[in-house]
Nanobody, 130 residues
């Protein structure tokens, strides 16, 4: 059974940085896509970033491009989200997700959809104070 466990959330001042981690287990991830989504109170879940494990291709939401970086570590079966220049509007619960097969890259539009992913972590809270 695939399990995803996020960590690294917390409270930070605007302009600061946080690094989130997602530890994946229960499967082989080299042929999958890994994504980060977030959900703020009263808002719908939104796409943040994704990485195609096999190629390293990355996709970002326009709102985080240039500030956030997604990466993966094959040896540790982990995905990271480095968040810099944080803004109060980045405050949300951040979720890690994975699909079952992305041997072929289906393109950015596909991976921005929550329905593209089959497994989700429990989330980690990120709060950015002004």
């Amino acid at each position: 059974q695939v399990q995803l466990v996020e960590s690294g959330g917390g409270l930070v001042q605007a302009g600061g940085s946080l690094s989130l981690s997602c530890a994946a287990s229960g499967g082989t991830f080299s042929s999958r896509a890994m994504g980060w989504f977030r959900q703020a109170p009263g808002k719908e879940r939104e796409f943040v970033a994704a990485v195609i494990w096999s190629s390293g291709t990355t996709y970002y939401a326009d709102s985080v491009k240039g500030r956030f970086t997604i990466s993966r570590d094959s040896a540790k079966n982990a995905v990271y989200l480095q968040m810099n220049s944080l803004k109060p509007e980045d405050t949300a619960v951040y979720y890690c997700a994975t699909d079952v097969d992305s041997i072929i890259d289906r393109g950015r539009n596909y991976y921005t959809r929550g329905s593209a992913y089959d497994y989700w972590g429990q989330g980690t809270q990120v709060t950015v104070s002004s």
